[in-house]
């Protein structure tokens, strides 16, 4: 088969590309750095034109008010290129719970990016999956005033970007679900449990406090960033990523 990987130089796009490739595909990674622009539509009919598979990894460069707009643009081109280009199967990486957390900018533009997909006349998968352990670090930073982290005890069931990009590479491949995946890590967690884990395990002298109000994930309620059903369980455990 023949895939096109729209964001295939990051980190879960690169994994992407190299998974398809030892399958025996033939794979293309596409992104600015390769001169294909999804916003503008420069090279995308070019990029698109005779695939098989598109996965679109690319994301919005803010997480704020503007990224509805990035989303919106970037699907209805490529959507258009993939339609002429005789494209029967477009991939995208969604999130777990999103239309469950309306406060958060960021995931009401994930949400109309999937609706976007779903009404249009290509054959999908949407891979949902839950945060990426990778971006513990960076939560950690959003909330550190001096040694203090603040953090909500909102749950979160991390997974490794490893085992997202087999999902990903996993329903490219095959047949279009029309529908939803959803993939999680083993483990469930206070969000500010995980983080005294993560500073315990590298240490550098800041404390974890716990604050309800405390940055993005103070917006969640409950544990709808958990996956509920048949979600599919990866194997890497927080605790031997850490290590």
């Known amino acids: 088969m023949k895939f096109a990987v729209m964001g295939g130089t990051g980190r879960i796009g690169s ?3 190299k998974k398809l490739k030892a399958a ?3 794979v293309v990674p596409h992104s600015l750095s390769t001169g294909v622009d999804i916003i503008t539509g420069q090279g995308l009919e070019e990029a698109v034109a005779g695939v098989d598979v ?3 990894l690319t994301n919005s460069p803010t997480f704020d ?3 509805p707009a990035f989303f919106q643009t970037s699907m209805d081109n490529l959507l258009a290129a993939c339609r002429k280009g005789g494209v029967g199967h477009v991939v995208i990486l969604s999130i777990v719970g999103i239309e469950q957390v309306p406060d958060l900018d960021y995931y009401r533009a994930k949400v109309l990016q999937e609706n976007i997909l779903k009404t249009g006349s290509i054959p999908y998968s949407i891979v949902r999956a839950t945060q990426f352990m990778e971006f513990m670090d960076s939560v950690l930073a959003m909330t550190t005033d001096g040694d203090t982290v603040r953090l909500p ?4 069931q991390p997974i490794a970007a490893q085992d997202v990009s087999d999902a990903v590479a996993e329903v490219a491949a095959g047949t279009p679900l029309n529908g939803i995946l959803n993939v999680a890590g083993p483990d469930v967690f206070p969000l500010d449990e995980l983080g005294r884990m993560t500073l315990n395990a590298r240490p550098d002298g800041r404390t974890v406090v716990t604050d309800d109000t405390a940055g993005m994930f103070a917006a969640v309620r409950g544990d709808v960033l958990t996956p509920k059903g048949d979600a599919r369980i990866a194997p890497t ?4 990523w850490l290590s």
């Open 15 to 17: 994994q992407v590309v």
């Open 24 to 26: 025996g595909h033939e």
């Open 54 to 56: 598109v996965v679109n």
């Open 65 to 67: 008010d503007a990224s």
């Open 153 to 156: 005890p909102t749950p979160i």
């Open 237 to 240: 455990h927080y605790t031997d």
